[in-house]
């Protein structure tokens, strides 16, 4: 499994937002983030993947187990959220 995300060297909080829901044409309410350095506490790998659009990245799940894929995706949006929202819709 992997998570698609914005590389934020590359584009701000509000351009990824307007790429989303305007470019992309989906809904968010607003945007949050988590560093390369986070992910890798965790054991995730961070890689950039432009081929949908230059900005685009992704955080590799791939091999962990569900509840592994839980347990993670839950602690990097318990860094998100104690980081607080970089911008909110």
């Known amino acids: 499994m992997k998570l698609s995300v914005y590389d934020g060297d590359q584009m701000t909080p509000e351009e990824a937002f307007e790429h989303f829901t305007s470019v992309l044409q989906q809904q968010s309410v607003g945007e949050l ?8 506490s965790l ?13 685009h ?11 592994d894929v839980e347990s993670k995706g839950k602690k990097l949006k318990s860094i998100a959220d104690a980081r607080g929202w970089l911008l909110q819709a």
């Not at 983030?33 to 890798?40: D, G, H, I, L, Q």
């Not at 054991?43 to 900005?55: R, T, Y």
């Not at 990245?57 to 509840?67: Q, S, V």
């Open 57 to 67: 990245a992704i955080i590799d799940f791939t091999g962990l187990g569900r509840k």
């Open 43 to 55: 054991d995730l790998k961070v890689e950039s993947d432009p081929a949908p659009f230059p900005e």
């Open 33 to 40: 983030a988590v560093t390369v350095s986070e992910c890798e």
